[in-house]
């Protein structure tokens, strides 16, 4: 319970302390998959977010260092009001509760992602190189062993024998070197419906950016349109991902690639992407004790098994699912307003 909540009272004693608040309302605003949590206070009529983030398991200086940054691009970010990295706490401004989960829907849709690409299309002409650190091979593979450790392992209880383990391997070699052949640039690293907020001015507001690298230019756009918490058809994937396709051609960052060769990164991405963020769910529920993302474990694994047969290297990593049984694992439904698994 909240009032049995040690670093919620150090919250209130920092919040009366060191920031002059009297009287004030706080209650839960959000949480997430990591150990920080989220707080909205209301203090003289104006509503704040306190994120807390325990020093011993989170380390708040590259949100604010990223967050500064990507408020210098003219992205719209928490202001940070005051921190105190020492006890993990920082004051940001309020983006409000309207995320983009909850307004998605056709009516929609083309407004708020059309939103969304310009302001990659921003942090990814803006994000320079140097800045952040590189989203290398040994990274792209520690990712996708979550899906062999975690889903495969703990949550499916399938033997990972030699022949298994290898043809694992090769599949995760496959993947990863077609993400090492795209254009570097700034990647959020979780650009999805969760943490893209609806704001009447700058839309959208962008948040859980801490996490960012340096990095294949289409992670992002994946993680949006491709995105673990509600599927769209494909063919109205793909006219996203043209719509975005040639706003970077326009800003100059993908002159020597071709629409085909764009969507096959793009494809190919997400697979690496699903892998990883089905293991992570399996990870949450067995680690951490979160089992509310186990539901969108089929939903992101869907999109695995419809894209892969698309290409042919990829082939006996299809086999390799069917003889797993993966597919027996993974229902057709998906959050609304899907209408297709692709």
Not at 127 to 134: F, V
Not at 197 to 202: G, S
Request: proline share 5%; charged share 20%.
């Amino acid at each position: 319970m909240l009032n049995d909540d040690h670093r919620l009272a150090a919250i209130k004693q920092w919040l009366s302390d060191s920031q002059g608040f009297t009287s004030f309302d706080i209650a839960p605003a959000s949480s997430d998959a990591s150990f920080r949590r989220y707080f909205r206070v209301i203090h003289d009529g104006r509503s704040h977010i306190v994120m807390d983030a325990p020093p011993d398991k989170e380390n708040c200086e590259p949100f604010v260092r990223i967050g500064t940054a990507m408020h210098r691009f003219g992205l719209n970010v928490p202001r940070i009001v005051s921190q105190d990295l020492a006890q993990g706490f920082l004051l940001l401004s309020d983006l409000g509760s309207r995320q983009y989960l909850d307004e998605l829907d056709e009516q929609s849709a083309d407004r708020l992602y059309w939103d969304a690409i310009d302001a990659l299309v921003k942090l990814q002409a803006a994000g320079e190189p140097g800045a952040l650190s590189p989203y290398d091979d040994e990274l792209l593979q520690r990712e996708m062993a979550l899906f062999r450790d975690w889903l495969v392992g703990d949550l499916l209880k399938i033997d990972i024998d030699i022949q298994t383990s290898f043809m694992l391997k090769q599949a995760f070699e496959i993947l990863a070197a077609s993400a090492l052949k795209q254009q570097r640039v700034w990647v959020h690293r979780d650009y999805h419906s969760r943490n893209l907020m609806v704001c009447d001015l700058n839309n959208p507001g962008i948040l859980d950016f801490q996490d960012a690298v340096y990095g294949p230019i289409t992670y992002d756009l994946v993680s949006l349109l491709r995105d673990c918490y509600i599927a769209w058809p494909r063919q109205q994937v793909e006219a996203w991902v043209t719509q975005y396709y040639q706003r970077a051609i326009e800003a100059g960052m993908l002159n020597s690639v071709s629409r085909d060769q764009f969507i096959a990164w793009f494809d190919v991405m997400g697979i690496q992407r699903h892998l990883k963020a089905s293991g992570i769910f399996a990870r949450l529920n067995y680690r951490d004790h979160k089992p509310g993302y186990l539901k969108d474990i089929p939903r992101t694994l869907n999109y695995v098994l419809a894209v892969a047969p698309d290409y042919p290297p990829l082939h006996q990593f299809v086999e390799l699912m069917q003889e797993l049984a993966i597919a027996s694992h993974i229902s057709t439904q998906a959050h609304a307003p899907s209408v297709s698994s692709a």
